[in-house]
């Protein structure tokens, strides 16, 4: 195939560095975003340490990109945060945090991003969460800024229809990356998925021909309650 270029947040771990990795497998130049930087090592990889929530950075990191190339196929958009705890218990300093990560963090990312589209074949396809489709306890932080990150998602989507720019939004359930280890999230015992299921999903959009869209697609174990 003909070298493609990817964009890919969040690529220093979980679900960002398993995207990474696996488009790079597909012949893909790819552009790594994160806060920490990735211990990827490969010829096609470019690490960029950036903070989506911080406009300075993310003007600078695409004017890195653009010393390479002028033209990104597909923007893997899963950076993000994930406070869980009951509302009482949450700080607004942690409100305004996970707010300023998957919603501000989202609308940087898009609003200095159209000079790299390819009209009818870009494909921006991102992680939004369960959880802005449910009423759950301990999640208002997160549900209300992927919430947000998805009315911003589908405005730009509606902005750019004539560039023929193809969004899909990923719903996935709790998935075994460092993330969930962490959240201490109830859940059924054995009810995760793994990443080769996100990677599975991910497989599909990518692949598919350009003419194709996959809008909102919900994925989770089938022994998860939620």
């Given at each position: ?8 947040t ?8 398993e995207?990474s ?11 790594g ?9 490969h ?184």
């Amino acid at each position: 195939m003909d070298e493609k270029s990817a964009i890919v947040t969040g690529s220093s771990s979980g679900l960002g560095l398993e995207a990474s990795e696996y488009l790079l497998e597909l012949g893909y130049m790819v552009f790594g975003l994160s806060q920490r930087g990735s211990d990827i090592v490969h010829s096609n990889y470019f690490d960029i340490v950036c903070d989506l929530s911080n406009e300075e950075d993310v003007e600078e990191f695409y004017r890195q990109v653009s010393e390479t190339t002028n033209s990104i196929d597909v923007l893997v958009h899963c950076a993000g945060i994930g406070s869980v705890s009951p509302i009482i218990e949450t700080s607004s300093r942690e409100f305004e945090r996970n707010l300023q990560v998957n919603a501000l963090g989202t609308f940087h990312l898009l609003k200095h991003f159209s000079r790299f589209i390819i009209p009818f074949e870009t494909k921006v396809i991102s992680t939004v969460a369960f959880c802005t489709e449910q009423n759950l306890p301990l999640l208002a932080a997160i549900s209300a800024s992927k919430a947000a990150m998805k009315a911003i998602l589908d405005s730009c989507e509606v902005e750019w229809r004539e560039l023929g720019v193809n969004f899909s939004n990923l719903y996935p359930g709790p998935i075994d990356t460092p993330y969930w280890e962490k959240c201490e999230y109830p859940m059924p015992k054995g009810a995760v998925l793994s990443t080769s299921h996100f990677l599975y999903v991910l497989d599909m959009v990518v692949s598919s021909p350009a003419i194709m869209r996959f809008s909102n697609i919900q994925f989770r174990h089938r022994g998860s309650l939620v």
